[in-house]
């Protein structure tokens, strides 16, 4: 069985249903993984249809290679930069469709050798492209208190985030922290059972990683230029698998989405965006999206892969102004 087809994509017929895929349209699999969304939107697309497929993650390049088909190309890159390759292929405006799915693939998590899991024991890696000079342990070895501290914090949202950050110098001045299961230890060593629901490292692997691989900056860019690219009725399709991704998600599509036209006094000709919290307006350069749903996935495929428990699946289309 080929590599790709092993990965079993969360909510996979939901995102690609709220595509609306057009059997001769242009998409785009921004977070190609193991290729299980990009499988099933080529299984919907007539020999007319166009698939690009963008990962960082080399392994994932390589796993491309199982997907033999016309209508697909890879990009070996950085999903936030999605603006720049569809300007190159002069494709702005043209897209039908951009799915983002932020999970780590089970091919990631599985491989010990990459270091994204706590619960076996491995190099303490966590780069989505092993190719970029900071690893999650070249860090730890150099940053301070207060600097992991804030990465713990404020990507994790750790309640002990001072603690941990305070017990991981104190062990990394007798040896360097260089195995995923001696972070592990420092962080149970501090954990109390009451306080335990879930995996007491958890918090602090998932806000290394982010702080790592600049994630949220990442998924920021890819949302403003995957507006640029898309189409007039064009969607985009984003499953988030923590509250941070989900927030900005969520406010992206809301500040792209409730607008009031300039005054004719003003011959900028853009529409604005309201910000009722603030009250300050915003100007969307002419984009306006509107929110096409929200899911979550049911308990039967929850049952079946618990790392979907936390999978939330935004969906917009980019209107005509």
């Known amino acids: 069985m080929p590599n790709w087809i092993k990965h079993n994509p969360v909510l996979l017929n939901e995102a690609v249903n709220a595509l609306n ?5 242009i998409y785009i699999d921004c977070t190609f993984g193991s290729g299980g969304h990009a499988r099933m939107i080529l299984n919907r697309l007539s020999s007319a249809g166009k698939l690009y497929a963008i990962d960082r993650d080399p392994q994932a390049i390589e ?4 997907m033999n088909d016309q209508r697909l190309t890879i990009i070996h890159g950085c999903f936030s930069r999605i603006s720049s390759y569809m300007e190159k292929r002069q494709l702005i405006g043209r897209i039908d469709g951009i799915l983002l799915d932020l999970g780590l693939s089970s091919e990631q998590i599985n491989n010990v050798e990459r270091g994204f899991s706590f619960w076996n024991d491995g190099p303490l890696d966590m780069r989505m492209d092993p190719t970029q000079s900071l ?7 150099n940053a301070t208190e207060h600097d992991i501290t804030v990465v713990l914090k404020n990507y994790g949202e750790e309640r002990f985030a001072r603690r941990i950050a305070r017990a991981i110098i104190k062990r990394r001045n007798n040896s360097p922290i260089t195995r995923t299961k001696e972070l592990v230890e420092v962080i149970t060593s ?16 998932q806000a290394i990683r982010i702080f790592i691989n600049n994630e949220l900056t990442e998924l920021r860019k890819g949302l403003e230029g995957s507006l640029k690219c898309l189409r007039s009725s064009g969607r985009l399709c984003v499953i988030s698998f923590h509250s941070l991704e989900d927030r900005l998600v969520k406010f992206f599509i809301r500040n792209h989405s409730t607008c009031c036209l300039v005054s004719d006094n003003n011959s900028s000709g853009y529409l604005i ?7 300050i307006l915003i100007c969307s350069d002419g984009y306006l999206l509107k929110a096409v749903g929200k899911i979550k996935p049911s308990r039967m495929e929850i049952a079946m892969n618990h790392r979907a428990r936390s999978a939330i699946l935004r969906s917009a289309e980019k209107l005509r102004m």
């Open 190 to 205: 501090l954990s109390h059972k009451k306080f335990i629901k879930k995996h007491p490292a958890r918090r602090s692997f």
């Open 63 to 66: 796993a491309s290679k199982g």
């Open 135 to 141: 690893s999650a342990a070249a860090w730890l070895f």
């Open 273 to 279: 965006n309201e910000n009722r919290n603030s009250g």
């Open 21 to 25: 895929i057009k059997d001769n349209g």
